[in-house]
């Protein structure tokens, strides 16, 4: 064993710089505790405290092992008391804080960061009354010595101190003034030269988005979503799979921006891109010389809707529609817009270290509010537009409004019990994310849905399987109602026809006589409209087919032909759009739609009676078989051809429910006059 002398020694070697960062460690932690707006120094704040704490932890481990082996042998009991308890608040204290620094905040820890404050602060308090302890019971004929009493406390150590924590009071303040003058230059003014308002003063109309600043947002502040990959990875490659990432490049919507932007001019897009591109719409590309997001190689086409796109929404200025959200960009940490790997590294450091002021940017409580996604999933033309008035289109928030989910039009409306958007369309699911709940669950950003043709094209099938399963998640049911008929044969014995129950009388059909089924399709789960969205375009029908025994068809409704073109007189729930001319505008070029024809769709919570009739042919042998599906496709055929083009593919066909039913078949006896039998007896 070494000799106290020599362990003095060395203990005395470690005490300069091991107080000299526990003081920085701690002035600095304590800024960072009290100083609550989001500001550059507070951000050099962060990483001084973040490296100071973690030399401090580094340093005091050799100090204390140091310090425990000197004085293991000592007799002073309130020492060692207050030494033994200081002791595991320092473990508590480091272990935190080294993973905090490493691994960041994350949200279903915030215990680690309470354990680590308590801890820090408990900590500090505990040494200082060791050491007033060590100082109160030293004997009396070291208390009566000259020189200082603290064995660590001398005066080079006081100037060590000091110094080093001057030192980097100064560099923090050096470094918040230098980067503030070097601090990235956000430009407010449109991308494209000669910017035009051909839809009056408003920069971004017909859309009907505004900004925070009421001017231009510069790139860098929207088309950043490769930077949020970098810490929220899983989320990131969720929306990757998603239509949002893909709403400006999906080959349908190129056609049709492409078609507007020809008959209308560029600046007509920005009725679209407010929803489909954003970041094309709030940089100011929707000039002449700018790029609209259906032009291949462009930012807007390559990330469509882009994390800010929804994150960035802080308020709706109404409900309307259109794009209808105010965009405020989040407030910058350091190297915001760096783009090498150490400071970009420095920059998600910080994100990790500090993420209040993250949070509070990307985390608004809109986010969870219904109205968020009514402001692009409601829509109306108007005659800026269409030169005719003001139509109303799709509204699956008004429906969802209308609908039993939404608990709004029952007296306790504010029940917690509604079911909003991202309830059915973000669900739940494990992530490896700092955002992550105390279950590890983060909200799906898949944005379950029911495009089909998206992940085809990608080649997604993991992603195409999940929006056909979501698709037939039992939302939607069907059901054939069973016949009942008067004329039923139950007993020999006569009975008064009061006492008979007619819904339970045997149902069967005569061969030659003509049967009627009902047919009840029931929203039970889709939380608007069904179906929902661009029904002009989408697909939905019923297919009925009656088969006999042997497998021969009796009656077909809702069959797909081998062009891959459904029955013109199938069963359809679909919108019919008109142009001025009533002809039908079936190519959802939606600026010249001045109306519909018809529309007919399942509302949530209640459901649609079919009636089929049919003859049943005298060759049929018994049973029929019944067979009634509910069938979806994503885009009609007619308009996928037109609009995929060179990219076209068989969209595949979702069975979303379907009901089965076995009628039996009889042969009707003739029945003989009165007059033929009386001839007979005689």
């Not at 802080?314 to 350091?334: I, N, R, T, W």
């Not at 002021?357 to 986010?367: A, E, N």
């Not at 139509?391 to 306790?412: C, F, I, N, R, T």
């Amino acid at each position: 064993m070494r000799p106290v002398k020599d362990l003095l020694a060395t203990e005395k070697g470690y005490s300069p710089i091991t107080f000299a960062l526990l003081v920085a460690c701690a002035s600095s932690g304590l800024t960072v505790y009290l100083l609550q707006e989001h500001s550059v120094f507070l951000q050099w704040t962060v990483l001084a405290h973040a490296l100071t704490g973690i030399a401090t932890a580094l340093a005091l481990t050799p100090y204390f092992i140091t310090h425990i082996r000197r004085t293991v042998g000592f007799r002073r009991l309130p020492s060692m008391l207050s030494g033994v308890v200081t002791l595991p608040l320092f473990i508590i204290f480091a272990y935190s804080g080294l993973h905090l620094a490493l691994f960041g905040q994350r949200e279903n820890q915030q215990w680690l960061l309470d354990a680590h404050i308590v801890s820090a602060l408990l900590f500090v308090l505990l040494l200082t009354v060791h050491l007033l302890v060590h100082f109160v019971f030293l004997p009396a004929n070291r208390r009566n010595q000259p020189g200082p009493k603290f064995p660590s406390l001398t005066r080079p150590m006081l100037v060590t101190v000091l110094g080093f924590n001057l030192f980097i009071q100064v560099a923090i303040a050096s470094a918040s003034f230098i980067y503030q003058l070097a601090e990235p230059d956000y430009s407010d003014q449109p991308v494209t030269e000669n910017y035009l308002y051909n839809y009056g003063p408003h920069p971004f109309r017909p859309s009907q988005t505004e900004t925070s600043s009421g001017t231009f947002i510069d790139a860098r502040q929207i088309s950043n979503s490769h930077r949020c990959m970098a810490c929220h990875e899983d989320i990131g490659n969720q929306w990757q799979a998603s239509a949002h990432m893909l709403a400006a490049s999906d080959p349908s919507y190129v056609t049709n921006v492409s078609l507007l932007a020809d008959n209308k001019g560029i600046t007509a897009t920005r009725y679209c891109e407010g929803c489909h591109a954003p970041s094309a719409l709030l940089t100011g590309e929707l000039s002449p010389g700018g790029k609209h997001g259906g032009i291949a190689g462009s930012t807007a086409n390559h990330e469509g809707i882009p994390c800010m796109g929804c994150h960035g929404i802080a308020s709706l200025p109404h409900l309307k529609g259109v794009a209808s959200y105010q965009f405020q960009p989040a407030e910058d940490y350091l190297f915001a817009q760096a783009e090498g790997p150490l400071l970009t590294g420095i920059n998600s450091w910080l994100i990790r270290l500090n993420p209040n002021q993250h949070k509070l940017d990307m985390g608004r409580p809109l986010l969870k509010d219904p109205k968020i996604c009514g402001s692009c999933h409601t829509q109306f033309m108007d005659k800026d537009m269409n030169n005719w008035g003001w139509v109303k289109m799709q509204d699956d928030y008004s429906a969802w409004l209308e609908s039993p989910y939404s608990k709004q039009h029952e007296e306790g409306f504010a029940s917690a019990a509604a079911v909003r958007c991202n309830d059915c369309h973000m669900p739940l699911r494990p992530a490896s994310d700092p955002s992550a709940d105390q279950d590890g669950q983060v909200r799906a950003h898949q944005f379950a849905a029911a495009n089909t043709f998206l992940p085809l094209l990608r080649g997604d099938q993991q992603h195409l399987q999940e929006t056909i399963k979501f698709l037939q998640s039992n939302k939607m049911r069907i059901s054939i109602e069973r016949p009942n008929r008067r004329d039923a044969l139950q007993t020999l014995q006569a009975l008064d026809e009061s006492l008979r129950n007619f819904d339970e009388a045997p149902y069967y059909y005569y061969l030659g006589e003509t049967a009627s089924l009902n047919i009840v399709v029931s929203n039970n789960g889709v939380g608007h409209n069904f179906p929902g969205g661009t029904i002009d375009i989408n697909e939905a029908w019923l297919e009925f087919i009656v088969l006999d025994a042997e497998g021969r068809e009796v009656y077909t409704s809702g069959a797909i032909d081998e062009f891959n073109y459904v029955d013109k007189d199938a069963y359809f729930y679909v919108s019919k759009p008109i142009d001025r001319h009533g002809k039908e505008v079936w190519k959802h070029d939606l600026f010249n739609r001045v109306g519909e024809a018809y529309k007919r769709v399942v509302k949530a919570g209640e459901s649609d009676i079919v009636r089929y009739s049919f003859t049943v042919p005298s060759w049929a042998k018994s049973p029929l078989t019944v067979t009634t599906t509910l069938k979806y496709r994503k885009l009609n055929e007619r308009y996928a051809r037109w609009a995929l083009r060179d990219k076209y593919v068989k969209i595949p066909v979702v069975d979303m429910a379907w009901d089965s039913l076995n009628i039996p078949l009889r042969v009707r006896k003739e029945v003989e006059s009165e007059a033929r039998v009386s001839s007979l007896d005689r």
